[in-house]
């Protein structure tokens, strides 16, 4: 909008300049002319489009005088161009010339004043300039701050997520130290107390007071077993399979490993297990013995079965042969408990393929 306001005043000027007097029609056909070049080089913003129109309008001055009237006009997206290093010093050179044209064959008074209005020109084609620039700079600015607010956001995020499964591990491991701590010393200290009093129940003759220690030994039995039950529920409860994944993944700092977790509900406690048993020992096999780069863990639930996919891509002769270590041996021991199979290949890199059933319910409630 600045750079049509110039040209509009400028046209104003030259105008008033030029028809001071002459009344020749051919002066209309000067205007437009101006008109036109100053038009499109503002539209198109081409620098070869303002090259050869230059050129164009400083041959046609030189053949009829009346075109440098309207200098400033079309020189004006010319002298924004002038503060490029290359290209400036020919548009210069350009104005210069025509300027001088212009004043060996228009009275001096007249070039005088094409002159003035070429350096108005010069300052309008600067201010807009310094405008535009300030608003691109302003408009990167606003783009780098909402940029760099995105990009904030984002890490917020990560480190409450972070500081989420920070807390929930830590929860999960407290909750199995408690466990640990109620099973080995209340459970001991239950167990010892009603190996006692069975001790003296038979030691000792008195109906009643066996009666009363039969009694005491029910109570007794009876919180040890709930203890027993609680401390199993609060072990089920660190499980908390994805987690532990998460935990192993984030623990393996070797090459760069990529989590695929697509379980909709977390497998059975043994299955759990027997998946983070595989995953710890894979990934210590890469650690100890491939050349990888890149690791992948897939985790997929069928309607009838959990998949585990372990891949890496180290080549093959950095690699034991299949079967070979204690540690698959041990995987395939865990995974065959489980009616499960294991695949291991060495196609592009070092593969794990795991499929275990799903428990059925009529089996579940068989064991029950």
């Given amino acids: 909008m600045p750079g049509v306001i110039n040209r509009l005043l400028l046209l104003v000027c030259c105008s008033i300049l ?3 007097g002459q009344g020749d029609t051919a002066v209309v056909g000067v205007m437009l002319a101006a008109i036109t ?13 303002l090259t050869i129109s230059i050129v164009s309008y400083t041959l046609a001055g030189l053949i009829w005088l009346p075109f440098f009237s309207y200098l400033p006009l079309v020189y004006y997206d010319a002298l924004v161009e002038m503060r490029a290093p290359g290209p400036g010093l020919w548009f210069t050179a350009a104005a210069t ?3 001088l044209a212009c004043f060996l064959g228009n009275p001096i008074n007249k070039s005088l004043m094409t002159a003035a209005l070429i350096a108005v020109s010069f300052l309008l084609a600067h201010r807009t300039y310094a405008v535009e620039q300030a608003k691109e700079e302003a408009r990167q600015l606003r783009d780098d701050s909402y940029e760099m607010s995105l990009l904030f956001k984002e890490k917020n995020r990560e480190l409450i997520a972070k500081q989420n499964y920070e807390l929930r591990l830590a929860t999960l491991n407290e909750r199995g130290r408690i466990a640990r701590e109620i099973h080995d010393h209340v459970g001991h200290l239950l167990s010892r107390s009603i190996l006692q009093v069975g001790a003296f129940m038979a030691i000792n003759r008195s109906e009643e007071v066996r009666q009363n220690l039969s009694t005491i030994r029910a109570t007794l ?9 609680s401390v199993h529920d609060l072990h089920d409860e660190t499980l908390d399979f994805r987690t532990r994944v998460e935990a192993l993944v984030n623990g393996f700092t070797f090459c760069p490993l990529r989590l695929h977790y697509r379980l909709e509900i977390e497998p059975e406690q043994d299955i759990g297990y027997c998946f983070l048993a595989v995953i710890k020992e ?3 096999n890469i650690l100890r013995h491939s050349n990888a780069t890149r690791v992948t863990l897939l985790l997929l639930e069928h309607p009838a079965l959990y998949q585990l996919v372990l891949q890496d891509n180290g080549s093959p ?12 041996r041990s995987m395939d021991h865990r995974v065959s408990a489980l009616e499960g199979k294991l695949v291991i290949e060495q196609a592009g890199g070092y593969r794990l ?6 428990r059925r319910p009529e089996h ?5």
């Fill in 18 to 20: 030029h028809l001071d």
């Fill in 282 to 284: 894979g990934l210590n």
């Fill in 37 to 49: 070049i100053s038009a499109l080089n503002g539209y198109f913003q081409s620098r070869v489009l």
């Fill in 221 to 229: 039995t009876e919180a040890m077993n709930r203890i027993r039950t």
């Fill in 317 to 328: 002769p950095a690699r034991d042969k299949p079967g070979k270590g204690l540690g698959l």
């Fill in 97 to 99: 010339a025509s300027l």
């Fill in 353 to 358: 393929f795991i499929s275990i059933p799903k």
């Fill in 364 to 368: 579940e409630s068989a064991n029950c």
